[in-house]
């Protein structure tokens, strides 16, 4: 028996490595079973030339409570003593990069780090023995407790391989790592899809299919459909696979699926990126935001990158420039997905629409290098079918001669936004209105500024813009006839309301109705939304505007002040619920209706 001291390295060091490059103890059984994967993938290589490498290869797990015993062992390529001084014997030391070098050729089958993933084992362990030999050579046992010394030991193994023997510490975390049901859930959990089996006993505990690393065209439908329910725990069929392998400057593979629904425990606010990072087949992390951006977290699946270490950490993932060519790259895919169902399939589209339109949208307002993609694929209803969704394309497409704007509503409801009064005007020119009815909305109607060369303005704009130069015209004369015909009213009217308006006005934008409320410094719509979120908004003074033509006003003009003073309250509160604003005094507008009705049965 020889001791040695670890190469370079104090126990502090050895210490640092143990407890701070991984988040969880549990990583280590993942890093034992990534490194026994390796050694069989060099034990496959060498094989195809020197037959005494040939194996039926696979991985053991055994565990033995009563003496605190975890076993590992594989039937791999196993090391020579030099191996194993250099392997253990050297902190930052990796065999899998040195076998890489001696073949000048990268595979990508190759994943541990053995000198770096195998001191996750003094996590949990107090006393490590790894048990080697490689076919040809004697074999060697390497033992320490992590203090900073280690010895290597001439000793006895049948067969080839290596064989890692964890002595456990009391399970601090309250997880006993001997029992059958954790190391199961932690090698479904971690190593489910390495490509050997990984046995207890006679028991098979992993899957060993990766299915997203096979070509496309040897998988069945059935295969992709299973697949998903696996991942998504869901029992429908997906609404769309997308099997996706990059080349070039960044190299991974993803398979990524559309749910046909929204889980019932969606939450729209708080859901995360729902897709698992793998790393040659080895789970990394769930729930990864650094793979997509928050918009597409209804997608369902997972990507595996053969460029990125297992020892990555959470701050590595942020800050890795492999990781934001994935996101990208993975991004593009999935909007250039969409885009090819909106085209060829627009029934599968409309289905998927219904489903997560709502968050799609929300990219217009946070990815900016994506905004004019995702613009080609919303869909709103329009007003003259609102149970018809066009694109943005679809709606200038059959805009009528003479349009030069896109017009949107927004609204609580496609029945509220559709007789909104602020369409008015808008339809009886013949245009058509998108109406922008889901909470998002109202941030997107504010961001949507244009599109195909069209300006996009809202019809409760302060200063909607609608009709020809001709027409404009002809309706400002009209307004300055009216004012001079409706002034003593409007100044009446402004002095009623003067605490909570800015001003009334006359407008040509209504045709039917009698007034509405425009400008402010958010629409009434978005207002609402804050209030309801909770948020204390200050009482925000906006324009009432009068359809001078309306024959309300012809009739206030010959009444008296106290009328007037009464109408004009009914008229404002009035178009607080034709917008959706919830009335400061319900109870006194009732009284005033009553008083109305009276009045009027009097005469």
Known sequence: MKTYAFQAETKELLQLM???LYSNREIFLRELLSNASDALEKAKFEGLTHPEYLADYGIKIESDPLKRLLVVEDNGIGM???????????????????????????????????????????????????????????????????????????????????????????????VDYTESS????????????????????????????ALWMRSPVEITHEEYANFYKHLGHDWQDPLKTIHYKAEGTSEFTALVYVPKELPRHFDYRDAKVALSLYVQRVFIKSDCEELLPSYLRFMVGLADSSELQLNVSRETLQDSPHMTRMRKALTSKILSTFKEMLGTDRSQYDLFWAQFGSILKEGMLVDPQ????????????????????????????????????????????LESAVRSPYLESVRSHGYDVLLMTDRVDAWVAG??????GYEVQACDSKDLDIGSDA????????????????????????????????????TDRLKDSA?????????????????????DLPQQKRILEMNPEHPVFEKMLHMSEVQVDLWTSILYQQALLREGTIMPDPQKYTQQITQLMVESVAH
């Not at 954790?182 to 899957?207: H, Q, T, W």
């Open 18 to 20: 143990i407890h701070s």
């Open 370 to 413: 994506n905004t004019s993609k995702i613009q080609d694929l919303v869909l709103f209803s329009i007003a003259s079918d609102p149970s018809q969704r066009v694109t943005l394309a679809e709606y200038c497409a059959k805009m009528p001669a003479g349009q030069k704007r896109i017009y949107c509503q927004t609204g609580d409801s």
């Open 182 to 209: 954790v190391v199961r859930m932690l090698v479904k959990k971690y190593s489910d899809f390495l490509a050997f089996p990984i046995r207890m006993g006679d028991e098979v505990l992993n899957v060993s299919t």
């Open 515 to 535: 007034v509405c409320l425009v400008g402010g410094a958010m629409t009434a719509h978005m207002e609402r939304i804050l209030k309801q979120s909770g948020q």
């Open 80 to 174: 020579t003593e030099e191996e194993l001084l250099a392997n253990l014997g050297t902190i930052a030391h990796s065999g899998t990069k040195a076998f890489l070098q001696a073949l000048g050729e990268k595979r990508s089958e190759l994943i541990g780090q053995f000198g770096v993933g195998f001191y996750a084992a003094f996590m949990v362990a107090e006393r490590v023995r790894v048990v080697t030999r490689k076919p040809g050579c004697p074999a060697y046992a390497w033992e320490s407790d992590g203090s900073g010394e280690y010895t290597v030991t001439l000793c006895e193994k049948e067969g080839h391989g290596t064989r890692v023997e964890l002595f456990l510490k009391t399970h601090e975390d309250g």
């Open 471 to 506: 027409e404009k015209a002809i309706s400002e004369e009209k307004k300055k006839v009216a004012h001079e015909r409706l002034h003593g009213l409007v100044s009446r009217m402004s002095t009623v309301l003067a605490d909570t308006i800015e001003e009334v006005r006359l």
């Open 447 to 452: 961001s949507l500024r244009e599109y195909g």
